[in-house]
């Protein structure tokens, strides 16, 4: 069974390194400043002339109150007119965008994230994702992934009504945690009617599935309240799961700065957090997928790994990662082909290039064949636990054990302490190493000597 996961705790506190999340490699981290729109276009017109089906995201970065644990790139302010600007610019770089691109190209995969999207009033949703419609082949019989992340302290059932109206059949639902105390220490009051009151509206409306937003980690949790957390979820029947650990980094993120790192739980307490949590899900029908994410049996992601199709980008783990991922807005990152290339994260400086009729791309990379190579190696273990070598050396016409003859004295180590199997043809992540896949991809990286790694979290 693909759900299978052994609690090893000595194999976790020997592999739980700092490491990259895996969701692009290279890695965000290696982006630089030599990337700009004339590899945007090339990458663009080549994706026109194949006609690749495409994946929206776009980003929305207000949000009304912050909440100190926050590492996204948005914008804090009780003034909702600040969204006005921002969504003028938005349309002209949708309009620039999509003139590069084929009508006949369809949008299978759309997502709003930020921020907090549902910060947006009615009209302006409206009027966005006409905007949308008008420049890109957004699917108009529902079977396209259209989902938007909310914040049931600003969503309601109008607001509900008002997105599957618009087009949307998904919902992503922050709540990170139940406990007052723990809610009051991160600045995120919520209640669980607030959240069961979003989520009895998506089901009455027919959204296609819900997914709830965990944290571990936070400042006044505990084993046993993050149990009572994990138990209210469970009865709220989400299709999708996604429990994260919290990375304390206050060096990099300022909001950080005001949790009090004397009332974060001490890594033993994190570890039973996580046990405790993989627990409850698996005895009430959840399958991990990997990387903090759990899903139903029935739901696209589990059905994906059990016939070895998921695949995995900048939005985490997907059924789309065949499209051309187009992201618009501040910050939004983009995969096109062999091109990675991310907006600038300055809101100001967003707004401003576009106001000179300029696409606002900042940095990115293009892939070499070294990068094709590993990226589909770490693709595989990360959505399938396996790797199988002909496939690998059918697609890129090279012998496996030869090439990354350096590392097998790496895989040999893992083999020998139980994370994986290993022989001349594959690579298995065995039940005891899945939740520590982000190391076994790790040894595959060949830019990670190179980085710091206090830039990433730890992988439990």
């Keep these: 069974m693909l759900d299978a996961i052994r609690w090893d705790s000595d194999l976790i506190r020997r592999y739980d390194l700092a490491g990259p999340r895996y969701t692009s490699y290279p890695t965000a981290v290696q982006f630089h400043g030599q990337v700009g729109t004339f590899d945007l276009f090339h990458a663009l017109r080549d994706s026109r002339k194949a006609l690749r089906p495409l994946s929206l995201y776009v980003h929305v970065p207000f949000c009304a109150n912050i909440c100190y644990y926050c590492a996204c790139n948005k914008v804090i302010t009780k003034d909702r007119g600040r969204a006005a600007p921002y969504l003028q610019r938005l349309e002209q770089e949708i309009q620039l965008i999509a003139c590069h691109l084929d009508p006949a190209q369809k949008v299978e995969q759309l997502h ?13 949703l409206r009027q966005l994702m006409a905007h949308l419609r008008k420049h890109f082949n957004l699917l108009e019989d529902d079977s396209g992934d259209y989902g938007i992340e909310i914040d049931p302290r600003e969503a309601d059932w109008s607001t ?51 997914n709830i937003d965990l944290i571990y980690g936070l400042p006044k949790q505990t084993p046993e309240n993050f149990a009572r957390t994990v138990e209210e979820v469970i009865s709220l029947q989400p299709d999708r799961l996604s429990v994260f650990n919290y990375a304390h980094l206050p060096e990099r993120f300022m909001p950080q700065r005001r949790i009090n790192g004397n009332e974060l739980p001490a890594p033993a307490q994190k570890l039973e957090m996580l046990e405790r949590t993989i627990e409850q899900l698996t005895a009430a029908g959840y399958r991990y997928i990997g990387m903090d994410h759990f899903a139903l049996p029935d739901d696209e992601l589990a059905i994906a790994q059990e016939e070895q199709t998921l695949q995995r980008n900048f939005q985490g ?20 082909g062999d091109l990675y290339c991310q907006n600038s994260s300055d809101l100001n400086g967003y707004q401003n290039t576009l106001a000179a009729a300029q696409l606002a791309t900042s940095r990115g990379l293009v892939c070499n064949a070294d990068d094709r190579l590993r990226r589909a ?16 050396e059918q ?19 893992m083999a020998s302490d139980g994370l994986i199997e290993l022989d001349r043809e594959r690579i298995e992540v065995l039940p005891a190493g899945r939740l520590l896949v982000r190391s076994v991809c790790m040894v595959f990286d060949a830019y990670l000597e190179q980085q710091n790694r206090q830039r990433f979290s730890r992988v439990i």
């Design 317 to 336: 783990y997907t059924t789309h990662g065949h499209c051309d991922l187009i992201g618009l807005g501040v910050s939004a990152i983009s995969q096109i």
């Design 395 to 413: 697609q890129f016409n090279i012998d496996f054990q030869g090439y990354f003859g350096a590392l097998w004295p790496q895989l040999q180590g």
């Design 112 to 124: 709003f994230g930020g921020g907090t999207p549902t910060f947006l009033s009615h009209d302006e």
């Design 377 to 392: 190696v770490i693709q595989q273990l990360i959505c399938n636990f396996s790797l199988d070598f002909a496939e690998i």
């Design 160 to 210: 509900m009504g008002l997105l599957r109206e618009l087009g949307f059949n998904r919902v992503s639902i922050g709540l990170q945690d139940l406990d007052p105390a723990v809610q009051r220490a991160v600045n995120r009051l919520q209640s669980l009617e607030e959240t069961r009151a979003v989520i009895d509206a998506a089901r009455t409306l027919q959204f296609r599935s819900i």
